[in-house]
T-cell receptor
Framework: GENVEQHPSTLSVQEGDSAVIKCTYS??????FPWYKQELGKRPQLIIDIRSNVGEKKDQRIAVTLNKTAKHFSLHITETQPEDSAVYFC????????????FGQGTTLQVKP | DTGVSQNPRHKITKRGQNVTFRCDPI?????LYWYRQTLGQGPEFLTYFQNEAQLEKSRLLSDRFSAERPKGSFSTLEIQRTEQGDSAMYLCASSFRQTSTDTQYFGPGTRLTVL
């Protein structure tokens, strides 16, 4: 069935270092891959997304890469800041036209000042 | 506030009671989704509407759960005969369908606690 695996479950970095979170998906026809940031007690907020016709996308300190052959996509955060500390979720939109999202289990990122 | 809103924000109920949650999507958004999120997990898809039509329900959704979206505007999610396992955050999201890869915007959620 549809499944998204996310690693690591927790990640601790020093301020200024880079952070990388990786996800794999099972449905090879998935065509949309958003990343959400969720702070404690808050709603998930979209931070970046990528569509299946693109291999990489960058927005300031955040970048996402997609490898369709390996069914793998990653979030890269450079020059991390304490305010980047949150839970990050990857998601994939499987085949079909519903637009529903299948989420990974989440990564808790802690940026130490 | 022009974002997705949900009410109530918190609900505490006793096992066996019925509860109903409401979601108001961003105006002009024609797609509306319900997800459930338990502690330490990612949101789990429950169901979605395009306008007033409910087009998909998760196989995980028991028949105690029902959702409606009359007139294609707000939506309600009802849980009958609540069980302790229903305790979770219920999230609503909306999007404007232009392609199958439309961006979903989430509401703040309704936290349900079943005693």
């Amino acid at each position: 069935g549809e499944n998204v695996e996310q690693h690591p479950s927790t990640l601790s970095v020093q301020e200024g270092d880079s952070a990388v979170i990786k996800c794999t998906y099972s449905d090879s026809a998935s065509n949309y891959f958003p990343w959400y940031k969720q702070e404690l007690g808050k709603r998930p907020q979209l931070i970046i997304d990528i569509r299946s016709n693109v291999g990489e996308k960058k927005d300031q300190r955040i970048a996402v890469t997609l490898n369709k052959t390996a069914k793998h996509f990653s979030l890269h955060i450079t020059e991390t800041q304490p305010e980047d500390s949150a839970v990050y979720f990857c998601a994939a939109s499987p085949s079909g036209n519903t637009g529903k999202l299948i989420f990974g289990q989440g990564t808790t990122l802690q940026v130490k000042p | 506030d022009t974002g997705v809103s949900q009410n109530p924000r918190h609900k505490i109920t006793k096992r066996g009671q019925n509860v109903t949650f409401r979601c108001d999507p961003i105006s002009e958004h024609n797609r509306l989704y319900w997800y459930r999120q338990t502690l330490g997990q990612g949101p789990e898809f429950l169901t979605y509407f395009q306008n007033e039509a409910q087009l998909e329900k998760s196989r995980l959704l028991s028949d105690r759960f029902s959702a409606e979206r009359p007139k294609g505007s707000f939506s309600t999610l009802e849980i009958q005969r609540t069980e302790q396992g229903d305790s979770a955050m219920y999230l609503c999201a909306s999007s404007f369908r232009q392609t199958s890869t439309d961006t979903q915007y989430f509401g703040p959620g309704t936290r349900l606690t079943v005693l």
